[in-house]
């Protein structure tokens, strides 16, 4: 066995002279690296082995799972429509808004031309909110 470190000495990048080195002091700990906790609680290991090897109860997960993301998306879907083929329809039924001008623009082309922008973004947002905690709740409920 050797007295001297292994990050040390010739051929390792180190010099031996302790004055180009900086300060002398006792070399660094080693650090211990771990692949995997094996503290892991079984169910985790279980739930993730059965949605690895899609046995049926994987299966019913991942298909509950896009179950709820597909409503999600189909009743956003249907609040967009409504509200966007709403404005025709309510043009329609109630030809006085027709008549309104808004900066020398008739109201009818605002709402047409420019509000459906910012109503498909928060639309937007807003689908991307909850799928987002869907896919949280759907990673707790694996790991738990």
């Known amino acids: 066995m050797s007295r001297h470190s292994a990050g040390s000495g ?15 002091g006792p070399p660094p700990r080693r650090k211990r690296v771990v692949l995997a906790d094996s503290r892991a609680p079984v169910t985790v290991l279980r739930t993730v ?32 429509a409504v509200l966007l083929c709403g404005l025709p329809v309510l043009f329609f039924f109630v030809p006085a808004i027709s008549g309104i001008t808004v900066a020398g623009v008739r109201l009818p082309w605002l709402l047409l031309g420019v509000a459906p922008f910012p109503v498909l973004f928060g639309i937007g947002y807003w689908y991307n909110v909850l799928a987002e905690r869907h896919e949280r ?8």
Do not use: C, H, W
């Open 137 to 144: 709740d759907f990673v707790d409920m694996v790991e738990k």
């Open 49 to 80: 082995v059965e949605l690895e090897e899609q046995t049926s109860y994987g299966e019913e997960l991942v298909r509950g799972f896009i179950r709820i993301q597909l409503k999600t998306a189909v009743r956003l879907a249907l609040l967009a």
């Open 10 to 24: 010739p051929g390792r990048g180190a010099s031996r002279d302790p004055e180009e080195n900086g300060a002398a």
